[in-house]
């Protein structure tokens, strides 16, 4: 080639360059204190830039600039193999790559924010993908999400259909993950990230928070701390199976994908539909975990829990005081006590339902929601007379995504069930529990009717503990078609997600309680329909502080119900004090699971100005800025947190001693989240010792308590014969002038 072709040639390159330099679009999703960047390249794959504080302008630029290894903001499978993939498709030619380049982007403002949409689309086939991202008004939380358009002829099948992905430099990453069993939920865990693949995942099907939850929270700075260093948090808002898998490959990153759980959900998206991912939402902090955690809770009261900002009523459930044991004259018994003690809201657990079966244990009557009128003679309307009387509101529990083998909406339609065909279903809870298909719109339509007849019938009913104690125990729907078997976990939850939603347009003020076998239903999937989740069906005090602080780091203690029980513990079998389960308790939206009857009058009076405190710092509990203090999994001998309200002008100190020993030595534990500038008036609440504490009353400022905090003695002034071997405190700060 001559020296002119050369000049002609490098001068083209020159050109093509520039115009590909002006079609270029660098998309900035920012909050008020964060900013993703992405290279939207016409023409070419999304790239991801940037994700982490806020950056000005001048710095989105050179950040564009300067990015040193292009990576894909959504990677797709075929002509690269050699990666982890965010999705993968099966043409209808058998050909099983992508090639994705943007085509535009779009921008629009919402009610709540703005929603930026990044369009690509395959360079050969008709199928699009989008790449969705949404910002709230006020919050630091960005959701995003992708769809997957078929706009070809045939169908396509979808391998891999993750939310999203995000790289995350290589380097000092400690993961903070949680695991757990029923009972034993929201345990904490966290490690650095090593080479190789972490996968956390969930195959119930039904409910998916006992095992592992969606959601997890990157250190960037070494090991994970409460209050300092940059932190990514991620959450999956999924209610059915999920994936999250973290990559750290021999690349400069680690490379973390969320989604939907593909294991044997392969889905066939037939031609002009869409296929829409659950999203993914990301948030960022230099305060810690802390941070990441108060980004989250704020985001969530305001734009994704039901309800979110108003305060939840105190209240006594019934499920362990009496059990199946239910009867007219025990419930009015309840609703009397609960009110003596100042509670505002009476709810009836299982066992009063049943026609030609009678829910006297957990194997049969589920789904024959009609009253047993052998234990309720004047029915729902007696009840609800006796809770008018009492002074309390009235709430009842159901679990109507479920059916029994001996219940008569099995008999009569024994199709409604999951099961596979040519095979006999597998029961659950009691040997009888079956799940009923909500794939069917005509099961969808039963789980429906359940809710409207009860609240049509009964306006007054003020909340519902809606449950969910099994898993899809086998696989197969009877409802989708044969090769579309492999849809039934997801169109289960979309199901479910429709009924919700018609209970919800209907009934938008009721109370609900998702409880599924206690904690597995912690997700910001189902919560938009949801005011609150019962954290786990163990309410041992002791070991509710583990499950308490691991559920904290995503939700707001205004969706964590949290109940007073009897000693010993129905689960654990632990004697704790009636002092220590009150203050655990009122670190969450405070609750009773006992029957009255059986507590002295001396521990109704201690309960009784305990809610009558409770409802003094309500609003400062459940709508305040949580600050971890004190680890119980660092076993310093106790654990410690607070809230404090957006104005710094409240706060409540929690402080629990989580075990004892001879000359034991404990940390004073600094506070946090005050204005270092005011002044705060401290009286400890619940108080049970003959001598108050020696700074009852008194005054420090903010800075003080944050660089010091106060002394907790390590038992309580209390007469020899009620001495015991807990400890617990509840501070209220409240500036003084």
């Known amino acids: 080639m001559n020296r002119k072709s050369c000049t002609r040639l490098a001068a083209s390159a020159i050109l093509a360059s520039a115009c590909l330099a002006a079609s270029a679009e660098i998309v900035n999703v920012s909050t008020a204190n964060t900013t993703l960047l992405l290279d939207a390249t016409d023409g070419a794959p999304l790239r991801f830039l940037y994700y982490g504080e806020k950056l000005p302008a001048s710095d989105v630029t050179g950040v564009a600039e300067s990015a040193s290894t292009p990576l894909d903001a959504y990677p797709v499978y075929g002509m690269t193999a050699l990666r982890e993939t965010a999705m993968s498709v099966t043409h209808p030619d058998g050909n099983m790559t992508l090639d994705m380049a943007v085509t535009g982007v779009e ?8 929603e930026t949409v990044v369009k690509m689309t395959d360079k050969y086939y008709p199928f699009d993908i989008n790449i969705c991202y949404r910002t709230y008004k006020g919050s630091d939380v960005i959701e995003t999400w992708a769809e997957a358009v078929n706009r070809g002829k045939a169908a396509v099948t979808l391998g891999e259909f993750a939310s999203a992905y995000l790289p995350i430099r290589y380097g000092n990453v400690h993961m903070t993950s949680f695991y757990g069993a029923w009972g034993n939920e929201s345990r904490v865990e966290e490690a650095p990230l ?10 119930d099907g039904v409910r998916n928070t006992h095992t592992a939850q969606p959601n997890v929270m990157f250190s960037l700075d070494g090991m994970p701390s409460e209050n300092s260093g940059r932190t990514i948090g991620a959450a999956l808002c999924y209610g059915g199976n999920y994936r999250l898998r973290v990559d750290t490959d021999e690349s400069n990153f680690h490379h973390f994908f969320a989604g939907i759980n593909e294991d044997n959900s392969a889905y066939k998206l037939a031609k002009g539909q869409t296929f829409t991912t659950p999203a993914l939402a990301l948030t960022y902090s230099d305060e810690g975990k802390g941070g990441v955690s108060r980004n989250f809770h704020r985001w969530a009261r305001k734009y994704k829990i039901a309800h979110g900002e108003k305060l939840r009523k105190v209240l006594l459930n019934s499920w362990e005081g009496v059990y199946f044991d239910i009867n007219e004259q025990g419930m009015a018994d309840m609703m009397a006590d609960i009110a003596s003690m100042g509670g505002e809201l009476f709810v009836m657990d299982d066992g009063w339902f049943g026609g030609k079966y009678k829910r006297n244990n957990d194997t049969c009557a589920l789904g024959d929601w009609t009253v047993d009128t052998t234990k309720l003679p004047k029915g729902i309307g007696g009840l609800l007379d ?14 109507p995504e479920m059916t029994n083998s001996k219940s008569e909406l099995y008999e009569q339609h024994p199709e409604y069930i999951i099961k596979p065909t040519n095979r006999e279903p597998m029961h659950g809870r009691g040997g009888t529990q079956l799940v009923l298909d909500l794939a069917n719109p005509k099961v969808q339509d039963i789980v429906f009717h359940i809710v409207d007849t009860l609240l049509t019938n009964y306006p007054e009913i003020d909340y519902i503990k809606w449950d969910a104690n099994a898993p899809v125990m086998n696989h197969g729907s009877q409802y989708l078609t044969a090769d579309n078997q492999s849809h039934l976990f997801i169109e289960y939850h979309r199901g479910l997600q429709k009924t919700l939603g018609r209970i919800r347009a209907k009934y938008p003020d009721v109370t609900i309680q998702a409880c599924a076998s206690g904690g597995g239903r912690a997700n910001y999937g189902l919560l938009p329909w949801f005011d609150e989740i019962w954290v ?9 502080v583990y499950l308490q602080w691991g559920t904290s780091h995503f939700f707001p203690s ?10 010993p513990n129905h689960q654990t079998f632990r004697t704790i004090p009636l002092k220590y389960r009150i203050d655990v308790a009122m670190s969450g939206r405070l609750g009773m699971e006992i029957q009255p009857k059986n507590m002295t009058e001396d521990e109704k009076t201690l309960c009784k100005n305990a809610i009558e405190q409770y409802k003094s710092i309500r609003a400062v509990v459940q709508q305040g800025d949580i600050y971890r203090l004190l680890s119980p999994y660092d076993r310093k001998g106790a654990a410690s947190m607070m809230y404090v309200s957006p104005e710094k002008d409240r706060a409540v100190y929690y ?3 989580t075990e004892t020993f001879v000359n034991q030595q404990l940390p004073r534990v600094p506070m946090a989240g005050l204005d270092p500038d005011k002044n705060y008036r401290v009286t400890e609440l619940n108080r049970i010792d003959n001598r108050p504490l020696s700074y009852e009353g008194k005054i420090f400022s903010g800075r003080y308590l944050m660089a010091n905090g106060l002394e907790m003695p390590l038992d309580h002034n209390v007469d020899h014969h009620k001495r015991n071997d807990y400890a617990s405190r509840v501070l209220l700060l409240e500036q003084a002038d």
């Open 107 to 114: 921008r629009k403002n919402t009610d709540n924010g703005e």
């Open 194 to 203: 090593v080479h190789g693949m972490k996968v956390i995942k969930n195959k």
């Open 386 to 399: 006796s809770a008018k009387k009492a002074g309390v509101k009235f709430g009842i529990w159901i679990e």
């Open 536 to 544: 786990s069906d163990n309410t041992d005090a002791l070991q509710r």
């Open 558 to 567: 205004v969706i964590m119900a949290s109940h007073i029980s009897a000693a």
């Open 655 to 657: 402080w629990w001693k």
